[in-house]
């Protein structure tokens, strides 16, 4: 059964999300999320946010999961991979030829 708790301020968004995530919260919902989850709106201390995400994707609170995950979306929006890599300190274990077949395969992505 899924858990119906929901915070009363968390609104439903979009998707995908169009414009900055920022911009489309209410005041509570963005001091939430850029001055607690995001430690004082910098992306690269974001350790809670993930935390918050996962706790909230365990425990079912899908309203809480949705701010999450579009914090997560905005922060990479317009990022290269390597850009988010550093982000999120994610290691890569791809060859330069592994990456290249990668970037053939999904060329589309980067026409849409």
């Known amino acids: 059964e899924q858990n119906t708790a929901v915070m009363s301020n968390i609104q439903v968004l979009e998707k995908p999300l169009r414009g900055k995530l ?23 201390q974001h350790e809670l946010l993930i ?16 701010i999450c995950g579009a914090a997560v979306a905005s922060m990479i929006k317009g990022k290269t991979p390597i850009q ?21 395969e999904n060329r589309w992505c980067e026409e849409a």
Not at 86 to 98: A, C, H, V, W, Y
């Open 22 to 44: 920022e911009d489309l919260l209410d005041e509570w919902d963005r001091n939430w999320v850029y001055g607690t989850l995001i430690k004082n709106g910098d992306e690269k």
């Open 51 to 66: 935390d918050c995400m996962m706790t909230a994707n365990r425990l079912r609170v899908p309203s809480v999961v949705e």
């Open 84 to 104: 988010i890599r550093e982000l999120f300190n994610i290691e890569n274990d791809f060859t330069p030829e592994e990456e290249e077949k990668i970037r053939e």
